[in-house]
């Protein structure tokens, strides 16, 4: 019995350990830190709760279109002199009474404006619908980018530990060669330690610039920081590709597909009904009511006898039906005043509106002209790699065979390293931008 209690404790200890071993070392795809972004995300619940809002005074709205019902019962014990209800004369004496009564109230006419009070709501319901999308496309794109930036960090973190291989390799054939006495020059061998040094130092440096990013990362996920965290990589075919359509093209279908373009329009929609209803206030307002009432008092008698409580339920009983109009004439220019104060309010969703539209055509260009660029600068350095691999190619055969000055030797590596770094950024670079007018265009595929 004891062994087995020992037993349980070591596994409940020892579970959570492989538990966290296996969040340590989980690897991550695209989509998956999307998802975890979107739900975690404070902008995104925020933007959930105002689009839970907005539906509510979309539905009330719509439910301004029902009558109004109330009803009301009262109770009372007088004491000394007060009014019969029953009869409606002063009595002086102590009695109860009770008052109980239905009304009811439909509005006919009002200018309009609970129709286009609903087409209002409706229009900024619709409108938070498309600020939610806009949080999730924010959190998105960002995500995407601080993805690709944690790839690329990581090709780089490979690419100068390749780097640091070579200079550690020629550095210990050297040292082999310096006590073997057969190396020529020993300022060859200091030369090399001095780039293998460099080469320590970028690995230092890049692997402090890949945590970053991965901290940069996890926190958009807003997740706890896993330094041993991974990332499935990227298709390098798909890296490079250059978006099809142009800007302008680009630009005509973001106006189309874009949520907060549409947000945008919506609410200038919503503004003009605004307008509308604002001006109905302006209008008469005709109502129909009704309503049915009773009453009933201890103080009531006929012929010397008490009537009963069910008897004066029954004959007290009254209705009443009409029509009510009311008309608006003077209430300190209110009214009017709230039309001034709509069409201001319409006015500013045309400006946000228009500027909302210049700026996405500035960030469509923007964004089309660094793509273009970093597609350029890609093809550019893939035709110097080629060129400076070739070169290291032989520099290298050349100083192995003692035929080379390290210096050159160097040079021809630092060449090569430099180059290999420039293409791997701007790899990234060409699929960062390409991604951004994939979201410009409502398509952001993973």
């Not at 980018?145 to 070579?166: M, P, S, W």
């Not at 945008?264 to 302006?282: C, D, F, M, N, P």
Request: glycine share 4%.
């Amino acid at each position: 019995m004891r062994y087995f209690k020992y037993l349980l404790f070591s596994l409940s200890l020892l579970i959570p350990a492989l538990a966290h071993s296996q969040v340590a070392d989980t690897t991550l795809t695209l989509q998956q830190c999307i998802d975890i972004a979107i739900k975690n995300n404070l902008d995104v619940k925020k933007s959930e709760l105002a689009l839970a809002t907005a539906q509510v005074n979309s539905n009330q709205a719509k439910e301004f279109m029902l009558p109004t019902i109330s009803g009301q019962v009262d109770h009372s014990i007088n004491n000394g002199r007060g009014i019969d209800p029953s009869t409606n004369t002063y009595v002086k004496q102590s009695f109860k009474s009770g008052n109980y009564s239905l009304s009811g109230d439909l509005t006919v006419f009002s200018g309009l404006q609970n129709l286009n009070n609903i087409k209002q709501t409706s229009l900024a319901y619709q409108a938070g619908k498309m600020d939610l999308q806009q949080a999730k496309d924010q959190i998105t794109i960002n995500v995407i980018t601080a993805y690709l930036l944690v790839l690329n960090n990581t090709e780089l973190f490979n690419q100068v530990k390749n780097q640091l291989d070579v200079s550690k390799k020629q550095v210990e054939r050297l040292e082999i060669l310096e006590k073997e006495g057969a190396n020529k020059l020993p300022s060859d061998l200091y030369d090399l330690k001095g780039t293998f040094g460099d080469n320590q130092l970028n690995v230092v440096t890049t692997n402090a610039t890949l945590k970053t990013s991965k901290l940069n990362l996890l926190q958009i996920l807003n997740i706890p920081y896993r330094e041993n965290i991974s990332l499935q990589p990227i298709n390098a075919d798909d890296l490079a590709k250059q978006t099809t359509n142009s800007a302008d093209q680009v630009y005509d279908i973001a106006l189309n597909q874009l949520a907060y373009i549409k947000a945008a329009i919506l609410r200038r929609q919503s503004a003009e009904k605004g307008v509308s209803v604002a001006k109905g206030s302006l209008f008469p307002t005709v109502s129909l009511y009704s309503g049915i009432s009773t009453n009933y008092s201890s103080a009531a008698q006929l012929n010397g006898q008490t009537i009963g409580y069910y008897d004066q339920f029954k004959n007290n009983y009254g209705t009443q039906f009409g029509v009510s109009l009311r008309m608006p004439i003077l209430n300190y220019m209110q009214n009017r005043n709230k039309v001034a104060l709509a069409k201001i309010q319409l006015q500013n969703n045309i400006y946000v509106e228009q500027t909302t539209k210049v700026q996405l055509k500035q960030n469509v260009e923007q964004a089309y002209l660094n793509m273009t660029s970093a597609y350029d600068k890609y093809n550019v350095l893939t035709d110097q790699v080629k060129a400076y691999t070739e070169s290291f190619r032989t520099a290298e055969i050349r100083f192995n065979a003692g035929v080379l000055t390290s210096v050159d030797f160097v040079v021809a590596k630092n060449n090569l390293d430099r180059a290999k770094i420039n293409l791997i950024n701007a790899r990234y670079e060409v699929y960062i931008y390409n991604k951004i007018l994939d979201y410009y265009q409502g398509k952001l595929s993973l």
